[in-house]
């Protein structure tokens, strides 16, 4: 079993900052893709960014230029630096990672969430 324990989020004043951390524990041979998500309050939960494991990203449209995604693969862990928060970025902030267990089979797991709340 492969535990993503996120940690990083809370309330912050509109243009601030906040940096989420994901630790991937478990029999992890490689993640080759770790990401962020978010879900609003009824809203789906959407791509916010990913990255590989040679260290691609991608973004979404309405975060470019004000998040970075980041990974320490030795360490498998990742973050998302958030700046220029907006109160349209308020979500629950979810990690995700796929990839191979030393068992050879894949996984794909998901953090429990933390909260990010953008407001004066």
């Known amino acids: 079993q492969v535990q993503l324990v996120e940690s990083g989020g809370g309330l912050v004043q509109p243009g601030g900052s906040l940096r989420l951390s994901c630790a991937a524990n478990?029999?992890?041979?490689?993640?080759?893709?770790m990401g962020w998500y978010r879900q609003a309050p009824g809203k789906q939960r959407e791509l916010v960014a990913v990255?590989?494991?040679?260290?691609?990203?991608n973004y979404a449209g309405s975060v470019k230029g004000r998040f970075t995604i980041s990974r320490d693969n030795a360490k498998n862990t990742g973050s998302l630096q958030m700046s220029s928060l907006k109160p349209e970025d308020t979500a629950v902030y979810y990690c995700?990672?796929?990839?191979?267990?030393?068992?050879?089979?894949?996984?794909?797991?998901w953090g429990q969430g933390t909260q990010v709340t953008v407001s004066s």
């Open positions: 995700n990672a796929f990839g191979r267990k030393i068992s050879g089979s894949y996984f794909n797991s």
């Open positions: 478990g029999s992890i041979s490689s993640i080759n893709t």
């Open positions: 990255i590989t494991f040679g260290g691609s990203t």
